[in-house]
T-cell receptor, first 114, second 114 residues
Framework: AQSVSQHNHHVILSEAASLELGCNYS??????LFWYVQYPGQHLQLLLK??????LVKGIKGFEAEFIKSKFSFNLRKPSVQWSDTAEYFC????????????FGGGTRLMVKP | DVKVTQSSRYLVKRTGEKVFLECVQD?????MFWYRQDPGLGLRLIYF???????EKGDIPEGYSVSREKKERFSLILESASTNQTSMYLC?????????????FGPGTRLTVL
């Protein structure tokens, strides 16, 4: 079965620091990749997604992610975090021929200190 | 704006009770999903449905059942609640036609089984 690993469970950064959250998946075929974010007290919402084309994708609020097929990775980055980025971040993978089902990673809790 | 609503934000039940969690979406989505969210484990798929009266087991269906009598409504049923079903339950919906379609999430129901 497909598995998705987020190796950092908790990350604490100061404002203006750079962020990189790791995501690795196990499926060897075509994949669609997603990052979702859950701000405190809010719904889970889509941050960005990759399904084809340029492996560097840009999302909302200055986030970007790079799909590296050879490394089975889809790491999330932001050059300068803000206090408002404090949230839990989830990587999710869809096997390209599996309808719309997603397999989620365990999540990374990010705390940004003002 | 897509809206996914769940019947309760917080629910407390006793062991052995039958529990119903309701989810309604207003965007005419074909797919609907039930996940449970636990710290460190991310979101795990319980059941999903791609059409009225259709259902498919996800990764952790044991102890749960679902019902989809109308396109906009998807219910999760715990026939006999147990303490290990204490969790946050998230409902989501999406369009069917593409595997890279975004899933839209409800606010979640935090269920405590005593």
């Amino acid at each position: 079965a497909q598995s998705v690993s987020q190796h950092n469970h908790h990350v604490i950064l100061s404002e203006a620091a750079s962020l990189e959250l790791g995501c690795n998946y196990s499926y060897g075929g075509t994949v669609n990749l997603f990052w979702y974010v859950q701000y405190p007290g809010q719904h889970l919402q889509l941050l960005l997604k990759y399904f084809s084309g340029d492996p560097l994708v840009k999302g909302i609020k200055g986030f970007e992610a790079e799909f590296i097929k050879s490394k089975f990775s889809f790491n999330l980055r932001k050059p300068s975090v803000q206090w408002s980025d404090t949230a839990e971040y989830f990587c999710a993978v869809n096997e390209g021929n599996a309808g719309n089902m997603l397999t989620f990673g365990g999540g990374t809790r990010l705390m940004v200190k003002p | 704006d897509v809206k996914v609503t769940q019947s309760s934000r917080y629910l407390v039940k006793r062991t052995g009770e039958k529990v119903f969690l309701e989810c309604v979406q207003d965007m005419d989505h074909e797919n609907m999903f039930w996940y449970r969210q636990d710290p460190g484990l991310g979101l795990r798929l319980i059941y999903f449905s791609y059409d009225v009266k259709m259902k498919e087991k996800g990764d952790i269906p044991e102890g749960y059942s679902v019902s989809r009598e109308k396109k906009e409504r998807f219910s999760l049923i715990l026939e006999s609640a147990s303490t290990n079903q204490t969790s946050m339950y998230l409902c989501a919906s999406s369009f069917w036609e593409s595997s890279y379609n975004e899933q839209f999430f409800g606010p979640g129901t935090r269920l405590t089984v005593l």
